[in-house]
């Protein structure tokens, strides 16, 4: 069966440092891979998707980036992390090959203060 | 316009109640949906894809209506534990993408 994995579940950083996060994926092969973000009670807003190695599609122009550097590994960074980037990031995946639904990684909380 | 619209509730039903949701999209081409669950905190999971011939899952049911661009979930017989976020999501014209909606909020009182 396919599990999908976030870590940190947590995190704290101040305003202006990096970030870095990561999401890795078991049991399938070339999945679809995606980081949302959630702000407090609103809705998910997608923020990359990849298609395969090195491929990454940005929805929304910010101070984030993503990268796929394996074929289930996503990792979403940022140089200089904004107050306005807390949130709750979700990564997922999708089999195009299949039904098509997304499954969600448990999700990293972060603050920035 | 949004893709995906969703009255966000809150819904309050008492135990054992019938309660149902709407959700319209607005590109025509769509092509998947589905309905999540999320509750407080929690990343979202799949709770059923709708079909064109709707789809029933015990006490849930999901409908689609292309003609109004609508999908519905139905919850029958409502327990505390269905308390939580459902989310409508539309994968329209490509595969790549998925529109979620902002969600609908049940509450589930004894």
């Known amino acids: 069966s396919q599990t999908i994995h976030q870590w940190p579940a947590t995190l704290v950083q101040p305003v202006g440092s990096p970030l870095s996060l990561e999401c890795t994926v078991e049991?399938?092969?070339?999945?679809?891979l995606y980081w949302y973000r959630q702000a407090a009670g609103r809705g998910l807003q997608l923020l990359f998707y990849?298609?395969?190695?090195?491929?990454i599609s940005s929805e929304v122009p910010q101070n984030l980036s993503a990268s796929r550097p394996q074929d289930r590994q996503f990792i979403l960074s940022s140089k200089k992390l904004l107050l306005s980037d807390s949130g709750f990031y979700l990564c997922?995946?999708?089999?195009?090959?299949?039904?098509?639904?997304?499954?969600f990684g448990p999700g990293t909380r972060l603050t920035v203060l | 316009r949004k893709e995906v619209e969703q009255d966000p509730g809150p819904f309050n039903v008492p135990e054992g109640a019938t309660v149902a949701f709407n959700c319209t999209y607005s590109?025509?081409?769509?092509?998947?949906f589905f309905w999540y669950r999320q509750d407080c905190r929690k990343e979202p999971k799949l709770l059923m894809s709708?079909?064109?011939s709707g789809n029933e899952d015990g006490r849930f049911t999901a409908q689609l209506n292309r003609a109004s661009q609508y999908i519905s979930l139905l919850i029958r017989d409502s327990k505390l534990s269905d308390s939580a976020t459902y989310l409508c999501?539309?994968?329209?014209?490509?595969?790549?993408?998925?529109?979620f909606g902002s969600g609908t909020k049940l509450n589930v009182k004894p």
């Open positions: 997922a995946w999708s089999d195009v090959r299949g039904l098509n639904e997304q499954f």
């Open positions: 049991g399938t092969s070339n999945p679809n």
């Open positions: 990849s298609v395969g190695i090195g491929q």
């Open positions: 590109n025509s081409a769509s092509q998947s």
């Open positions: 709708v079909y064109s």
């Open positions: 999501v539309v994968n329209p014209y490509n595969f790549n993408k998925f529109y």
